[in-house]
């Protein structure tokens, strides 16, 4: 009965070191339960002589009492694992840096263009992107058989509708005629956008690319007030000590028309590789609204003057940090995208 009894103990012990916290109540069962294997040599004492029985007893009692303890220690073990577990978070670590994005080179130039003009009231307008012929060109003195429809190659759209007159706006000038329509002078506006043009991309050329258009109606307007807004301008987002200088260009819809350049914000004028060693950079096109633009909106070109200018983002946005190649907006390379942040 001895060996038995030692044997059935040292075999539960072994098998309970293993025992999961799930199992802990089946080996109790099985072993000091009450049809468990020790109970069942505990009733068998009573059929030991009057001689055996007592250290018998003893010997069964003590191996339960070490059973139920060696239970509990077990139990209190596998409770503490399963609450390290959970302890295993360090609350102290620190964590993860989230990914925070940034605004586009283009999209922050975008903006600060805005900021600079509506601190001196332009208003900021939205406008289509695929347009009508007729806002695209013929409201801005571009008829059908003009040989100056060939400055701007284009992106037609079907429509079966209206044939060959609907079309991704070649640029943000559209909005000018859309604007003094539905405005009586005085008007002060400027209509940023995305432009579309079918065109070869190269370093200095993309097929789509953002312009900001801007658009002063009012009586008494002249060439000085241009000048003044683009010095101004190029003052805000390239320095105070930039001076512009304006020759004459040629655009459909205004007249007179000028290219308008500033001197160079890299050598202040004395000639670099930024400027091409001539100390200017050109900046954009602009004019004077031309009188047959305002009379077919219903203004009176005696009474209401304008100037109207535009210019390209990008480009704009190259000049300020020194970008050669415009490719380099649209590729997506974070390398790239990551020096503006
Ligand atoms: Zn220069």
Redesign the pocket.
Known sequence: MQDQIEQLVARALEELAGTPAADLDDWRRRYTGRSGELTGILRGIGKLSAGERPLAGQLANAARQRLESAFEDRKTVVEAESSADVEAIDVTLPGYRPVVGGLHPVTQTLRDIRRVFANIGFRAVDSPEVEWDEYNFEKLNIPRDHPARDMWDTFFVDNPDRPGEMLLRTHTSPAQARVMEQTDPPIRIITPGRCYRYEDVDASHEATFFQVEGLAVDTNITMADLRGTLEYFARALFGEDRRIRIRGSYFPFTEPSCEAEMS?H??GGD??R??GRT?WIEMLGAGMVHPDVLEGVGYDHRKYSGFAFGMGVERIAMLRYGIDDIRHFYRNDLRFLRQFN
Do not use: K, L, N, Y
């Open positions: 160079c890299v050598c000639g670099c930024v400027c100390g």
